[in-house]
C-alpha cells in the first residue's frame, strides 16, 4: 500500500525576523588593516618635506628665500662745495685772484679742529696755485707741507704782549723754490713770493687777526730769493692784487 508523500511547506517569511548577526572577530582584524592602508597612501600622495638638496630641486621661482638679493646702493657721505681761492702772478706784475670749487666730506669737516681745517684748506689752495701757473714759479717747485699756529689761550696772548689773534703759518717748499736762476728781476721776485704770502693768508686770515708766513726750505727757514730776505716771517700785501 502506497503512502502519499506530504507537500512539503515552503518556509513563511517573517517581516519581524533578524537576519543572523555574522562574527565580529573578523572586522576586529580587518579594520586596522585598512586604517593602515589608508595613511600609507595619504602618505604617498604627499610633497616632501624638508631643505633642498642642491638648487635644481628649488629654483627662486619655487622658494623665495632662495632669490638672490640686489645690491644695496652705497650711502655717499653727505658733501658740501668748498671754494679755494688763490693767487698768480701776472705779466704786470700783479696778483690775480683765482677761485676753484671742490668737495669736501662734511664728516671730515666736522672732525677737524680749526688749526687742522687751516692747514688742510690752506695746503690745497697752495696746490692748486702751484698747479695753475707752473711758469710763475722755480720748475720743479712742490709744497713739502704747511702748518698753521695760532695762541689758543689768553694766556698765550699774554706771553705775546698782544690782545690780537696772531697767526704764524708755516710754507715748507722743496728745494727746487730757492733756484737762484729762477729769481732774477724785482717784480718776477715780489710777485711770486707774495703769491704764495697772500694765498695762505687770504685762507686763514678769517679767523686771525694778523697772519705772517715763513717760508721754508726743506724745512730750514729760506734766506735770500734774488733781492728779496725771505729769512723772517713775511706779512701778507693786498695792494699787489689786480682790481679786475
Known amino acids: 500500500m502506497n503512502i ?3 507537500p512539503k511547506s515552503t518556509p513563511r517569511f517573517d517581516p519581524n525576523s533578524r537576519p543572523p548577526r555574522k562574527s565580529l572577530a573578523a572586522w ?10 589608508g595613511v600609507i597612501w595619504q602618505a604617498s600622495r604627499e610633497p616632501e618635506i624638508g631643505p633642498a638638496k642642491n638648487s635644481a630641486e628649488q629654483s627662486p621661482a619655487t622658494n623665495p628665500r632662495n632669490a638672490p638679493t640686489k645690491p644695496q646702493p652705497a ?3 653727505a658733501s658740501r ?12 706784475g700783479e696778483l690775480r685772484r683765482r677761485e676753484v670749487s671742490e668737495s669736501e666730506s662734511a664728516a671730515e669737516k666736522a672732525s677737524s679742529s680749526q688749526e687742522e681745517d687751516d692747514a688742510i684748506s690752506a695746503d690745497r689752495a697752495l696746490r692748486l696755485m702751484l698747479k695753475a701757473a707752473p711758469g710763475d714759479f722755480p720748475s720743479g717747485t712742490r709744497l713739502v707741507d704747511q702748518k698753521t699756529e695760532r695762541p689758543k689761550t689768553p694766556l698765550q696772548r699774554i706771553a705775546v704782549r698782544s690782545n690780537m689773534d696772531r697767526c704764524l703759518a708755516t710754507v715748507n717748499l722743496s728745494k727746487q723754490f730757492e733756484n737762484p736762476d729762477f729769481w732774477q728781476g724785482s717784480t718776477r721776485t ?9 694765498t695762505v693768508s687770504k685762507t686763514v686770515g678769517s679767523e686771525c687777526d694778523e697772519t705772517k708766513v715763513q717760508l721754508l726750505i726743506e724745512g730750514k727757514p ?6 728779496f730776505d725771505a729769512s723772517d716771517p713775511i706779512e701778507p700785501d693786498m695792494s699787489l692784487v689786480a682790481k679786475n
Open 4 to 6: 502519499p508523500e506530504k
Open 222 to 227: 729760506a734766506s735770500t730769493l734774488g733781492e
Open 190 to 198: 715780489i710777485s711770486t713770493i707774495y703769491a704764495i704770502v697772500n
Open 28 to 37: 576586529t582584524l580587518l579594520l586596522p588593516a585598512l586604517l593602515l592602508l
Open 75 to 77: 650711502k655717499r657721505a
Open 81 to 92: 662745495a668748498v671754494k679755494r681761492v688763490f693767487f698768480v702772478p701776472d705779466d704786470e
